[in-house]
């Protein structure tokens, strides 16, 4: 890859895993400690983050750099983009929050005990 598709690369994944997460760019600004107007320009490809700003969006989103960095091939099924979105959005949320869910799901999922 060159360097402009690797500067655009990070973008669209910083950008996928910020909407996933369901953050505002402003919101995910002031999580990461920039500004608008630089995430801005990170998820349009204009300029490749420092590698302090790459740890501090790897570190909000709960992922590692190469989550940023490696080329991700697309999923291949509409299933597998949900599956991917969610897992995105949940590395954002506390545990708590990961076990709750679990625990919604599980209940709306699994058959009651006189159906099986």
Excluded: W
Excluded at 29 to 35: F, G, I, W
Excluded at 78 to 94: H, V, W
């Amino acid at each position: 890859m060159e360097a402009g598709e690797i500067k655009r690369h990070v973008g669209s994944r910083v950008r996928q895993l910020r909407t996933a997460a369901g953050l505002s760019q402003a919101a995910f600004a002031r999580r990461v400690s920039l500004t608008q107007r630089a995430v801005s320009g990170i998820e349009r490809g204009l300029y490749m983050p420092s590698v302090e700003t790459l740890l501090k969006i790897t570190a909000a989103f709960g992922v590692g750099a190469a989550t940023l960095l490696e080329p991700k091939s697309n999923p291949t099924t509409p299933r597998d983009a949900a599956i991917d979105a969610l897992c995105t959005y949940l590395r954002s949320r506390r545990a708590e929050d990961v076990r709750r869910l679990h625990r919604v799901a599980r209940a709306m999922f699994e058959p009651a005990a006189g159906e099986r």
